[in-house]
Structures are given as C-alpha cells and as structure tokens.
C-alpha cells in the first residue's frame, strides 16, 4: 500500500530521465534545423499535433484504468488470502473436538495449522517478489516439514500439501468428520486458487506494443507540434515541448508501476505488511498475546 | 448515504480553499509578469492547454469512476452484512429444534447469536471509523462475552470467534446436525468475508501519484493558458484562470473524499444507520417489538 | 422495461423547464449587458468553453454510464427473484415426497409454499415503490399467516421467515432430509440477498455533488460561451445558447431517472409485471391453468 | 456468431436510408436557406458543432459498449447453457450405478436425460427468437413428454420440470444417493438461471431515450455545422454534411443491432449452432456417433 | 504471454503494409487531383477531420479495451485450469485412503488422474490452436485410453469422461464416499467449465462492423484532411497523411491481434507454456522429480 505523504514521484522522474534527455536533444535539433531550413519546411496546422494528442490521452487513459485494475485485483487477491486464512483457522477451531483442539505443545493439531499458515503466507508474497521463499519459515515450520517442503520446487504448493495432508490425517483418525472434511477442503481450494492468481498477474506481461505504440506517438507528437511551431515562439519551443511530452511519459511510466505489483517496488501490493496481519490474527485465534514485530522494513508501504 | 439535499460543497470548497488561494497568487504574478516583460514571453498556441485540457478531463474521470466504484463497492460490502446477519439468524431459526430456539432469557442460543450479531455490526462499524470499537456493546453482550473480547486486538474477529464457539457447543450437544453446522459456517465465512474487504478498502491508499500528476497538469495548464492569453483579456485573466482552475480542483476534491468511505466524514458508507438496520430486523426474527432508536447523530445520512 | 415506443421525452422535458428558463434569462441578460458594457467586456477565446465543453461531457458520459448500471443491476436483481422463485418451487417438487407432493386442498403444503412466494415477489415490489406493502396479497396468503405478518414492520422479511419456518417443520416431519432442508435454504437465502441488494439500490443516494457539479460547470460554460460570442452572432446568441445548455440538462435528466429504478416512475424496473411473470410460472409448476391477469396498470412498461 | 468475412455493411445501410434521405433533404434546404437568407443567418464558429460531435462521439461510444456488453452477455449465458448441458449428462454418467447407466432402448433413464437437454436447447432457443418453440422437438422427446409440454405456457420451463421429475424418481428408487441428487439439482438450478439470463436480455430494451437524444444532437450537429459552413464551401456542404451524419447513424444502428441478441437477425447470438454443438457432445457422451447436421440455414453465423 | 522485450512490431507493421501502400496511392492521388483542380476543390475546414479523429480515437480505445478484455479472460480461464488441475490431484491425494494412494505401477489411480489431467491440458491447448490434439499425447495416457478417445470427436471432453469414469469406479469400490466424490465432481465441473470458456472465446468473432467502420472513418478522415490542407503544406502532405493513418491502422490491428488469443501467433494466451507449469506441480505433488523440459518452441511466449 502506497504511504499516503512520501509517494516518490522523484523515484519514478528519475526513470523517465533518458527520454527527458532524448526529447532535448530531438527539440534542440528541431530547433537548429529550422533555424538552418526554415524555408524549406512545412507549417503543420496545430489541429495535427492536437489529434495526436487526444489519442495519446486516450491510450494513457486506458493504461491507467487496466493498471490500476491489475494493482487492485492483486489488492483484492491477497485480501482473500487474509480472509481465508482466518476462516481456514477459525473453521478449525469449530470443527476439532475438545481433545484434539485443545491440545497444546509440540505437533498440537491446531497450532501446527496456524504456524503453516503463516508460514505459507510469507512464503508465497516472497516466492511472487522473486526473494527467498524459505527466509524466516523456520520460525514457524517443525524442522521435519521444514525439511521436506526444502527439496520441493514449488514452495508455497508444497506447504499446501503437507496442510492436505494433516486434514486427512485428523479425518481418519475420527476428529473431522466427513462434511467436515469438505468444507475445510473448500478453503483450501479458495488458498490455491488465490496463489494462482497472483501467479497470473505476476507472470502475464502487459502488452508490450501498447507502450512503443504510445511512445511513437509521443514522437511524432513531438515532431508534429515541433514543426507546427516554426517561427511562433522562437527559443521558447524547447521548454515546452519537453514539458508537454514529459507530461505524457510521466503518466505512461506511473501506469506502468502499477502494473506489476510484485516487483519488490515501492508501489507494489504489501505482501509482507498483509502476511504480518494474518500472523497477528492467527495468534489471537490461538489466545496468543499479540507478538512484537521488528521493525518494518518496507519504508514505503503501510498497513 | 448522502442526503439528498444538504451535501456540503461548502464543506469541500473549504478544503481547496489554499489551492484557490495559490491560483490566485500565480495569476496575479503572471499578470504582473507579462506588464513588466511582455516583450519577451512567447504566445503559447491556446491548442497546448486546451490539449492538457483533455488530458487533465480524462484523468479527472478516470479518478471519478474510480472511486465512485471504491464507494460503491463499501456500500455492496455493507449490503452483504446486512443480508448475512439476517441469514444467520434466519438460519438459526430453522436449524435449531423447538426446545433450542424456543427457550428465553440469559443464555438462551437465539438471542445470545442474535444480540452478538448486532454487537458484531457496531463493533465493526466503529472500528472501521477509527472510533473505539467497544463503545456500547454492553447493551447486546453478555458481561463474560464483553469482557472475554475486551483483551483482544481486533475485536469483531473475537466476536467471530465467540459465534464459532456457539456453533460448535451447539453442534456438540446435537443441537444442530452436520449439514446445518456447515452450512452456517458458511454463513460465517461470509461475514468474515466482508469484513475482510471493508478492511482492505480502509486501508489501501489510493495511488497517490494520481493526485500529483493531476495537480501538476493543473498547474502547467495554467500557466500555458495565462502565457496564451497575453495582451488578449487583459485583467479578466485573473477570474477566468481562477474559475477554470477551481472546477478542476473542486471536481478532484469530490472523488477523493468518495474515494475513503470509512473516514468519518459525511460522504462515509452510513455504517451506523445500517448496523441499527440489521438491530430492526433481527429484533424482529426474535419477536421482539421494534425497538425506538435514539436520535440519529448523523445528520448528513440517510437510510 | 420501457416501451420501445412511447419513451416520454416530453414526460422529462417537464421537469427541465425550470432549467429552460433560467438559461433563457441568462441569456438576455448577458445580451443586454453586452448591448451596454461591450467595450468593457473581455473577449474570452472560443477555446475555453470548448475545454469545458469536454469536461461536461466526459462527466455526462460517466454519470450516464454509472445510471445505467444501476438500472441493469436493478433489472438483474429481479431476474435473480424470478429465477429463484421459480427453483424454490422446483426444488420443493422435487423433493418432497408424493405423499406432501400431491395433497391438495388448504394447508397443501406446495401450493402454500408456491403462493406465499407469489406474495412476497408482490409485496417486496410495492415496499420498493413505496406503496402500501399489504396491498392485494389476501389472494395469496391464509388468513393467519396474513395476520402474523401484519404487525412486522418489514413485510417481505416476515414472509421469509413463514417460508423459513415451513420448511423447518417439513424437514422435522421427515418429509426433507438433512441435504434437501440445506439445499432449499440455500436458495431462501439467494432470496434474501436479492432482496437486501434492491433495498440497497433503493436507499442509496447517487453522490448528488456531481450533480451540483455538472450543474455549475453548465452555466460557468455558458457563460463563457456568452462572452466569447460578443459581437459575433447578435441576437442569434439567445437560442444558441438555449439548446446547447438544454442538451446538457436533457442528458443529465435522463440520467438521474435512470439511477433509481424503483420510483414508481415510467423509467422504473417494471417490478409488478415481473412479478406477474412469477404468478404465471409458479402456477405452471403447481399444474394449474395459466390466471388471467386484470388489464396492466403500467402503461409505460412491457414485458 | 459473425461471419469474419461477409458482415452486411450493406444490410444496415438499407436501415439508415431513411435517416440519410432525411439529411439530405435537411442539407438542401439549408443551402437553398442560406441563399436566400444569407445575410440574416448568423455565422456559428466551428467549434460549436466541434463541442457537439465530442458529446455525440462520447454518447455513441457509451453506446457501442453497453451493446457490445449486452451482446456478450447473452454468448456468455449460452456458453453457459453449452457447459451445464454437458456437465448434466457428465454427472448423471458418474452418479448413476451401472444397472441404469447401461440400459438402452426406450424409456432408458441416460439417454431421456440427454435427448431431453438436447430438446430444451432448441427450444429454448426458438422461443428467445419467437419462433415456434416445439418446432422439431419430435425427434427428441418421447411422445407422452412431448403431448405433455405441450399445453403448457412457457415449453422450455416444463422440459425442466420433466428433469426434475426424472431426479426424483431416479432417488426414489434408491438409483441416486441424496448427495448426487442434490448436486444434480444444482444443476439444473444453474440452467434454470441461464435460461431466465437469457429471457432478462430478450425482455429488456434497451433506454430508448439514449437514442432519441443522440438522433436530436446529430440533426443539432447538423445544423450548427451548416450554419458555420456559411458561405465556406458552397455546393460541397451537401455531400460532407451527409457523409459526416451519415457516420453517426451508422455507428449508432450497428450498436443497436448488437442490443438485441435473440431477434431472428444475422448479427444474433447462434443459438441454433450451439444447440447443435451440445447435440454433438450430448451423443458423444452417450457413446452414439456422431450425427450428420442438415445443411445450416443460418448463412450468417459460424460456430 | 508476451515477452517483455522482443514484441513484433515488424511482425505486425508486414500485416498493415497493404493498408500503408493503398494510403499512398489516395494521398498522391490526392496530391495530383489538387494541383489539377485546386480551383474547384472546397477549402474543408479543418475542424471536420479533428471530429473524425475523436471518434475514430473513442472507437479505437473502445476496441482497444475490449481486446485487452477478451485477452485477459483467456488468460484468466487458463489460470483457473492450472488452479483446478492442482487442486484435482491434491483433492484425490487427500481423499484417497492410502492403499489407494500409495499404490504405484501401471493403473495405480493417482498417477493415472494426475497423467490424464497433463494430458488434458495439453490436448485442449493444440485443439484450441487448431492443432493435432492428439499429438504428444501417447506419453501421459495408458494405450487403452489413448485408443478409447481416438475415434471420439471432441478429445478433452473425452479426457472428461474417463476422469468421470475412474471416480465412478473409485467410488463404487469405496475408496471415496458419498462427499469426496461430489466434491471431485464439483473440481471437473469447474474444468469443464474452463473448457468451454475457452471454446466460446476462440469461436466467437468479435462484431466485424466495427473494423468495417473503423476503416471507413480512417479513408473519410484521409480525404477530409487532404482538402483541409489545400495549398498548404504542398509535397509534405504526402508524409503526413500516411503517418497519421499508420497509426491508426498499427493500432487497430495491435487490438485485433489481442483479439483472438487462441490463433497460433504470438500474441497468443501460452498454453503450452501453462501446460508444462501444470505438468511440473502435478509431477511434485506426484513427488516425482522436476521433469526436464523440451527446449521451448514457442519463442514469442515466457511463462
């Protein structure tokens, strides 16, 4: 989640900075041949660049809304992850019987649920951000199941195995009957289908050619508007097209940070903030007392 | 819900005041400007701010349809308590036998489910706020309910929590079957749910970097309008640029305050009026006579 | 639904009058103070109301796009009713052993079933339009289940609640099992949720501020339209303006009727004729011949 | 489905000769007008009608994707009908025990089940097209189903009723377990909505004021145009008017063909395809080869 | 899924190069016609052809976001089939006891599953591009099966069928009871789904008439502003007119390629890609060893 104050628009002009440095030079030399060939060129009628410029306003505007509709999308995947991962413990907490629920120590059913859970979590948002999907997990895995999820490509999938597995351990053994069984199989289901969504959008690249097609447009833009205004306002045509067309590469590289919210970027989804949340819920459903948290590393998000 | 009638643009215009303010002030300086150098500003095209023109309109409505969907979405997320708290004690109703559902004071399951439930919609409703999330809840819970959830962290997540133990007691002295225990666990899955999504709608910011843009594009159009207007309305720049500026201004101000409907501000998601909705009608499936409500303290919402 | 024919453009042209008017003085008396103040009036470049222009235009198009999603959600809503009025009897059919199935007579439990579901399609109808709830249902329900939900406040809930407490006692009397009585309140609850979205779609204001908006953005472009037709139209100025700002009054109408759906206005979802389309079918489903329904009092709508 | 190749650009355009005799005629009359009248008529300056046509092109593009939006609703509802149907007969194949899955000839409970989905999809189609809804359902249906529906009022819905019928049996005599008839029953509930989707977008027409105001704003248009073409262009005003009006109502006949999806037109969804494909599948399903389909007398259409 | 650096621009820009030539030969056709009968050629004002590139802009963005729409859907399905396909195996390896489960070599029931699910996946991709669906099939399927589904026209709804067949089977041995089975049966369902979702976006074609318009508009537009620049910019309008109209073309066919994602190009949804990821999981949740993977043929394409 974005800090609503320290947005940093200094982060992202200095990523626009070769095409700020680009448009100069193409305005400077625009400049220098007209100057040289004034005679020669045509005076394109301002409604030309004004045409150009509606279009590029309206991609940009369109690349905005699927941007925003893919950060919010993921916003909304990992909200059901905090949802079903309280639902996940809390279904187990009706469902176990007094014996098995209230069993605490090494291997308690309960808690051995709940720790995988968070540890699941913070596997996945690791996994997606392209870190270290093992980091910290030995704080919350039993060193067998530490050890075993260790050989497994697919870290987070494999955790969801071993959870499988407990539900069908605790359905033999008589503690979940069989609706029982189901049901939690359900949310289950929900957590899988949750990790493959933000698998989706972390792998499906946005269309490439959208962009070069809204930077030739911003070129020619540029050479349009360049060209219509020869002999109008003199030096003072460099600062204005480097401010009106860095306007639009502003706006297209803004779109484009949203776009990919598990880039390990300011502006990606909180996936650290939200596992944190979901630890701090799961523990209250065990009757933890709330645990410290270190202090938060991602300086530009907020829970 | 906004009143139909009293919505405060006054209450808005309040806040862009410092932003009027500003366009003031830079308009009396490009006016003072262009008397002492006239000679030497350029004659911007008017076609280059009526281009930002379109592009600043078409940010503007994205943001607009942005958030009224944020809004609208809080407003369906707080319908879906609504229908689910009826449901749950509906359910209940049906489910539990005549010498369950039958049976009265302290301690009887239907009331005890149905009064929490209540609680649960305040409890939510004030959290959400920012407001102490406790603040009359003595009223529908009994004192070891009260103060088993007062040491809690979040507290609607242990009035969950309490809703489960029930679910499971009940299930355990066969007062509900399998199925029924599912299929209200269901039901609670849900509740769960959306108070999930109310979270997660209170707490991501909306991408800043939007606001800066378009305030930026603001800005830049009005100098590009004050420079293309040289020598051609002379004193009347001042109003003209003043009105223009603050149309844009007022209409980002209004989609940012829809954009955070559980802020404690007028245009919030009437989280109050609802949750006394859900009192009315689950006073009613008890067969309590309705209940006289005190005077609404929300004067700018209405059912 | 609207007729395809008799739209009543002169039904909403009534109540733009008022805006009419109010442009039309406007209009003279920037005519006449031009007549007298010309010289000293600013010649205010065509380019600024066309920049307003396209803002009014873009919010129209928003504003007209979120009425008519309000309007297909309303019609969704209570296709979702007649869908699930339809199951509910389906479902019951199906279920019900022959012996339940095939009684007849008062007190058969189908038909019971069937008919207060034709009750509660009526009643929710004329609570969303505002007229007596009551209304007409005699023919539908036993006298005592019309007295019971006689003193409730909320009608349509209270008819829930007998449909609740039938199949409670069906499925007591062994004549559903376990799955069925889960099955069919899982569609009671499809029900309910249908009900409380069209209560919300009903209760919930359209953010009049971008009414207010549209409105002042209206007359601020009329305004500098005015001025920047000095001297160039004469007289031709007064209807010029005139159709221009009643174009934009005639859209915005248009799409402020649209945005609430159950107003007992010609543009409403045509809940009475829907709720006939349910009569009809049930009665099928019951065997019985198709009724003949009395003349349709909603001369603007079709089925 | 449409044809990739032999859209009729032609067919539509015999269904806006009459708005383009009508332009014409308007745009004679003008220029004779302005002949005659020349130095009485105001000269408009050109970005009037520029404002119009961006209110009209924001109008017709609202427009063009509600209808597009509609069009693929009314695919998505019959891709779902494709889907259930299979899954129908997919599920009573794995439900069924062997006794009654491998019986054959008449009155054998898989193939009725099956050859009556097939009946319901053609019916159900020529009904949404007003065509006779029994038309061929011989060949499908046994002779005392087929006398059976047909007194009843709404076919499709009693061909439900008979699949409901056969569910109850089939539990009845014990050949279903109460699980599988309840996740067949979902089924059928998920059909039930389809076909009442489907009867949603027939019924509903589409807000025939958006129409009436686009048809005002292009003859305003129009006008305004004319007016500021004064003396420009002399006899040439007569074929841009037209081609630029023409333009427009092109535009807006194409989206309102989309509308109305089950209207007997070439740009209809295919239900006559798609119920031909679920035929095909159907008699896979049931191990029957595959049958030689008559020659497709929907020329327009392509599965 | 597009690769984030190699996008085929040349490759589409070869597709629009017939467009490009034929708006060579109108411009200097144009060209000529102007310096033959200049005198008789109206001066169109140049606010005509900036109102056709709004609403070709509009239509554009209209056609852009639908494409984007039907391309993100596609990848959305094949996302759900990857999420299905694991919860397939991992539901059959919670559910199945373990002499099932751990039973190994030839027709051990989870193997066989999770190898007719990879070949499923692959099957429905080739069938979706229109290629051989059998091919490569052989190493995932016993030879029975492979031979069963050869005559069979639609390959993965027969795929279907033998997983319908072998929970049948596994339940009628008692290896499942009556829930696992509805809930595996719930997993195929949710497949076949998918299935059909990708079968209705590969066979339906998006509206032709809006390309027909699109590309009218584009000539009307070249012709309006080539008298617009009469005597203006003489041999540059050459350049001019066939840049502006590229980009309308580059970008108009840019959407149709997103269009249709299942057509063997490169802007296709991966399936084969998606395939080998379900082939990998499967395989670990097989605790198999990660499989080596064939070189990559689809170049254009990254997981």
């Given at each position: 989640m974005l800090l609503n104050k320290s947005f940093p628009i200094g982060y992202i002009f200095k990523h626009i900075r070769a095409d700020v440095v680009r448009v100069l030079l193409i305005s400077i030399f625009f400049h220098l041949l007209k100057l040289a060939l004034g005679a020669y060129l045509p005076l394109i009628p301002l409604q030309l660049p004004a045409i150009l410029g509606s279009l590029i306003s309206l991609l940009l505007a369109f690349k905005t809304s699927q941007s925003y509709d893919r950060w919010w999308e993921a916003r909304k995947i990992w909200g059901a992850i905090v949802n079903d991962s309280r639902t996940l413990v809390l279904q187990a907490r009706t469902f176990l019987p007094d014996a098995y629920r209230q069993q605490a120590g090494p291997g308690a059913p309960l808690p051995a649920l709940a720790y995988r859970q968070m540890a699941w979590c913070y596997c996945l948002g690791q996994r997606l951000r392209g870190?270290?999907?093992?980091?910290?997990l030995g704080a919350y895995l039993t060193p067998p199941e530490h050890a075993s999820i260790?050989?497994?490509?697919h870290k987070p999938l494999a955790l969801l195995t071993l959870h499988a597995d407990q539900l069908r351990d605790l359905y033999q053994q008589g503690a979940l009957n069989a609706y029982q069984q189901v049901q939690l199989d359900a949310t289950l289901t929900r957590l899988a289908d949750a990790m493959g969504q933000a698998e989706r959008i972390k792998t499906t690249v946005f269309p490439v050619s959208y962009r070069l097609l809204v930077y030739s447009f911003i070129y020619l833009f540029l050479m349009t508007l360049s060209l219509g205004l020869v002999k109008t306002i003199g030096l003072w045509e460099v600062p204005v097209l480097l401010t009106m067309s860095s306007s639009f590469f502003l706006l297209e590289r803004t779109a484009r940070y949203l776009q990919?919210?598990?880039?390990?970027?300011?502006?990606?989804?909180p996936v650290t903030s939200l596992a944190r949340t979901v630890e701090v819920n799961l523990r209250q459903l065990l009757g933890e007392p709330a645990p410290v948290m270190p202090a938060v590393p991602e300086t530009f998000y907020r829970m």
């Open positions: 870190l270290d999907p093992m980091a910290g260790l050989p497994q490509a990919d919210p598990f880039s390990n970027k300011p502006t990606d989804t």
